[in-house]
Nanobody, 121 residues
Framework: QVQLVESGGGLVQAEGSLKLSCAAT????????MGWYRQAPEKQHELVAR???????NYADSVKGRFTISMDNPKKTLNLQMNRLNREDTAVYYC???????????????WGQGTQVTVSS
């Protein structure tokens, strides 16, 4: 089994910073890509940032210039540094990863349990 465990969420004032981390554990042969998604109350689930094993990165327009995603593939860890947070960033943040558990097997998509980020004004 593969598990993704997020940490680092919490309450922060507007213009503050938080760092989220996601650790992938279990039977992992290779990680294709990893990403952060979020869901705010009454809003759709949305991509925040994604990075692949080649280092290619995608950011949502709303977080460009404020958030930085990074992946430590040997350590199987994904980070999201969030700066200049605002109230619109309040959401549950989920880690996602595409992982193959064995040579010759395809990719499976895994999700973490989510971590709450709340930005107060």
């Amino acid at each position: 089994q593969v598990q993704l465990v997020e940490s680092g969420g919490g309450l922060v004032q507007a213009e503050g910073s938080l760092k989220l981390s996601c650790a992938a554990t279990g039977l992992i042969f290779r990680i294709n890509d990893m990403g952060w998604y979020r869901q705010a109350p009454e809003k759709q689930h949305e991509l925040v940032a994604r990075i692949d094993s080649g280092g290619n990165i995608n950011y949502a327009d709303s977080v460009k210039g404020r958030f930085t995603i990074s992946m430590d593939n040997p350590k199987k860890t994904l980070n999201l540094q969030m700066n200049r947070l605002n109230r619109e960033d309040t959401a549950v943040y989920y880690c996602n990863a595409e992982i193959s558990s064995s040579p010759g097997l395809g990719w499976n998509s895994y999700w973490g349990q989510g971590t709450q980020v709340t930005v107060s004004s």
